[in-house]
């Protein structure tokens, strides 16, 4: 049988594919050329993609012997999972496996915020001794709000405990006695204007759909504290980028990192790119060596699973 890979995946899992028997295609630039793909599409048993292959009702009739979709990852805004259902191809995505990166990415963020240290080191190499503009604050005792709790949400809790940080939650589909209350000390907010309240950082962890996108926007960043930051790792779109760089601008807010864009890559002319406050990254919080191998090796066996028979136990539809 065979499989078609059209985007990144890394070695460990291509391997595991191969040593299982499976003929495996790896193009790692294949889901930015459509029409080329779309042509490829009916040899293949099993195609692995990750964020940037769209795929839709076009891209799923093309794919007529296609028995299995994995997912490298968890965001399924480029999946048209209805139109896979229809169809009878189980979805099947990487289940919490970059969570512990993706949550450390957030952890990463804030200890940039208060300590600056990539800043203070450019500034000594410039001749400086600036130890006063460079003095920072602490974490603890201060507010993380995460918007939305599932699993990432539950690992950056723990760590933002363990700094001595107070964390408030918003998310709608969580009961009370759900894990990330009940056992990982999370207040949760009644609302999200309630969470950008309260909050010196705000962390977003929700799927991109017609409910979250542009859920940050100038309505509600005034309520924030003027020096929290936003921080999204979720998917670009949630959070509203012109209404952003205009809240930063009027130190509405202090500043936001952000890992995820409506449009990737961004042009160095783009004016997220300008303003300095606003740090971006390109979509790299859960591309940790650790987290792409788990990735791999668990949408390499889960592939295998179904085209043996099984069902998924990571499968989405």
């Given at each position: 049988?065979?499989?078609?890979?059209?985007?990144?995946?890394?070695?460990?899992?291509?391997?595991?594919?191969?040593?299982?028997?499976?003929?495996?295609?790896?193009?790692?630039?294949?889901?930015?050329?459509?029409?080329?793909?779309?042509?490829?599409?009916?040899?293949?048993?099993?195609?692995?993609?990750?964020?940037?292959?769209r795929?839709?009702?076009?891209?799923?009739?093309?794919?007529?012997?296609?028995r299995?979709?994995?997912?490298?990852?968890?965001?399924?805004?480029?999946?048209?999972?209805?139109?896979?259902?229809?169809?009878?191809?189980?979805?099947?995505?990487?289940?919490?496996?970059?969570?512990?990166?993706?949550?450390e990415?957030?952890?990463?963020?804030?200890?940039?915020?208060s300590?600056?240290?990539?800043?203070?080191?450019?500034?000594?190499?410039?001749?400086?001794?600036?130890?006063?503009?460079?003095?920072?604050y602490?974490?603890?005792?201060?507010?993380?709000?995460?918007?939305?709790?599932?699993?990432?949400?539950?690992?950056?809790?723990?760590?933002?405990?363990?700094?001595?940080?107070?964390?408030?939650?918003?998310?709608?589909?969580?009961?009370?006695?759900?894990?990330?209350?009940?056992?990982?000390?999370?207040?949760?907010?009644?609302t999200?204007?309630?969470?950008?309240?309260?909050?010196?950082?705000?962390?977003?962890?929700?799927?991109?759909?017609?409910?979250?996108?542009?859920?940050?926007?100038?309505?509600?960043?005034?309520?924030?504290?003027?020096?929290?930051?936003?921080?999204?790792?979720?998917?670009?779109?949630?959070?509203?980028?012109?209404?952003?760089?205009?809240?930063?601008?009027?130190?509405?807010?202090?500043?936001?990192?952000?890992?995820v864009l409506?449009?990737?890559?961004?042009?160095?002319?783009?004016?997220?790119?300008?303003?300095?406050?606003?740090?971006?990254?390109?979509?790299?919080?859960?591309?940790?060596?650790?987290?792409?191998?788990?990735?791999?090796?668990?949408?390499?066996?889960?592939?295998?699973?179904?085209?043996?028979?099984?069902?998924?136990?990571?499968?989405?539809?």
């Amino acid at each position: 049988m065979k499989i078609l890979v059209t985007e990144l995946m890394w070695d460990d899992g291509i391997e595991e594919l191969r040593k299982l028997g499976y003929t495996v295609d790896y193009d790692m630039e294949l889901g930015r050329k459509r029409e080329e793909l779309l042509k490829l599409l009916p040899e293949y048993d099993a195609l692995i993609v990750r964020n940037e292959t769209r795929v839709d009702t076009e891209f799923l009739d093309a794919a007529k012997n296609t028995r299995v979709i994995g997912r490298l990852g968890v965001g399924l805004d480029n999946i048209d999972l209805e139109a896979a259902k229809e169809r009878d191809i189980p979805v099947i995505a990487a289940k919490n496996a970059n969570a512990t990166s993706v949550a450390e990415y957030v952890m990463a963020a804030m200890l940039d915020a208060s300590r600056p240290l990539s800043d203070a080191d450019a500034d000594v190499r410039q001749g400086n001794w600036d130890r006063k503009f460079f003095t920072g604050y602490e974490l603890n005792k201060r507010t993380l709000g995460l918007v939305g709790m599932g699993e990432i949400s539950h690992r950056v809790a723990k760590r933002a405990r363990a700094f001595g940080m107070d964390v408030v939650g918003y998310d709608p589909f969580v009961a009370p006695f759900d894990h990330i209350l009940a056992e990982t000390g999370v207040r949760p907010a009644d609302t999200l204007d309630e969470l950008l309240q309260q909050s010196d950082f705000v962390s977003v962890h929700v799927p991109l759909t017609k409910a979250t996108k542009h859920m940050l926007n100038k309505d509600n960043f005034p309520l924030m504290k003027s020096h929290a930051y936003v921080i999204n790792s979720a998917r670009g779109g949630i959070v509203h980028e012109e209404d952003l760089i205009d809240a930063v601008k009027s130190k509405q807010i202090a500043g936001a990192y952000l890992d995820v864009l409506e449009k990737e890559p961004v042009q160095k002319d783009a004016p997220l790119a300008q303003v300095e406050s606003i740090r971006l990254s390109p979509h790299i919080a859960g591309l940790t060596d650790e987290a792409q191998s788990r990735t791999a090796m668990l949408i390499a066996q889960e592939v295998d699973r179904v085209l043996n028979g099984g069902k998924s136990i990571c499968a989405v539809v």
